[in-house]
């Protein structure tokens, strides 16, 4: 009753300011291209990232991101993007959601537009620097998913009213789509997903300065192990993803390409993770599962001995017996993640 109450200048209002800025300059911007291309019959390079010529306007390293080619991927980035970015802005704070969104959408047109020169020179064909025009927020929705997969996880969503799927494993799904998308011949937008996908990960994982500090300087990033990058991938190739991870964090760090942590959320050197008391009671609900998970699966493969005591046990490392506990009801994780907030 109070949103069919409030007036739209109210509801507008309610936006929060970097969000409400974003979405008005996708519309006006798309609008313009429609009206240029009906006009003059071509896209104008100052518009979108043109490989070949957006070294004379490197503004659409970024503002291409605002224009959308087609009405339909118009209605569909109106209908995801304001409402996600509204949620993280309320969650970070403007300053934070503004460089989100600079560094995700920028950082992958830069890696597509250095792509695409490698190609040209590779194979001596102008199509790679002329032909590819890339536009619209491909890179940031996936960027916001990946920011999701951070803070709920385990949150359940249904698409389409059908399908049920948790925001974890909705990330990888687009990326999946994006790789097929090019090996289909369509590099141009859909590549910046992947790169989209990287970078958010990575700004996530190791740059975004968070609301709480660590003892003598602010905390950057999220390094607890749920957060990790193996965990974007099935688990028959967590080991080579692993060296590979290890060896581009090692070489990252011995440069002091990224800020020095001394510590992760699972060991307290957080006071709260990056989305308060629901995040992290999200964050331990999926780790007290994946806990249980592997108890169950080692007390299948290998039985525990026999207690004088009754009820089921299992051996300790010192081969005394110890008793199962019993899984924490979700309501119970909830409250022990709220507390762990706090």
Not at 90 to 98: K, Q
Not at 127 to 143: D, S, V
Not at 220 to 247: C, K, M, Q
Not at 289 to 306: M, V
């Amino acid at each position: 009753m109070a949103f069919l109450s409030s007036t739209p200048l109210q509801l507008v209002a309610s936006i929060p300011p970097v969000t409400r800025a974003f979405t008005a300059a996708t519309v006006v911007s798309s609008l313009l291209y429609y009206w240029l291309s009906w006009t003059s019959g071509d896209a104008l390079p100052y518009l979108v990232l043109v490989p070949g010529s957006s070294l004379f306007y490197p503004w659409t390293f970024v503002t291409s991101a605002l224009v959308e080619t087609t009405i339909f991927e118009l209605l569909f980035t109106l209908l995801v993007i304001p409402a996600s970015l509204k949620y993280l802005e309320r969650l970070w704070g403007a300053v934070e959601t503004l460089k989100f969104i600079v560094v995700t959408i920028g950082v992958s047109n830069i890696i597509a537009f250095g792509l695409n020169w490698i190609e040209y020179i590779v194979l001596k064909n102008p199509l790679f620097l002329y032909g590819q025009r890339y536009h619209g927020q491909m890179a940031l929705q996936i960027g916001v998913l990946v920011a999701f997969t951070q803070i709920i996880p385990e949150h359940q969503v249904q698409l389409l009213g059908v399908i049920k799927a948790r925001v974890k494993s909705i990330p990888m799904t687009y990326v999946t789509v994006s790789t097929v998308m090019c090996l289909l011949g369509f590099q141009c937008p859909w590549i910046v997903i992947q790169f989209g996908w990287l970078v958010s990960y990575i700004w996530l994982r190791f740059y975004k300065k968070n609301n709480e500090t660590l003892s003598g300087g602010p905390a950057y990033g999220d390094r607890s192990e749920t957060f990790a990058f193996v965990g974007w991938f099935p688990p028959f190739i967590h080991t080579p993803i692993t060296l590979l991870a290890n060896t581009a964090h090692t070489v990252a760090s011995r440069f002091h390409l990224i800020p020095s942590s001394s510590s992760d959320v699972e060991s307290g050197g957080y006071t709260q993770v990056p989305g308060g008391a629901r995040a992290e009671a999200e964050r331990r609900r999926a780790m007290a599962l994946k806990a249980l998970d592997q108890r169950l699966a080692s007390g299948a493969a290998s039985p525990a001995p026999r207690s004088a005591a009754p009820g089921p046990s299992t051996s300790t490392s010192n081969g005394e017996a110890a008793p199962i506990k019993a899984a924490p009801t979700e309501s119970e994780e909830g409250d022990v993640g709220a507390q762990g907030g706090r």
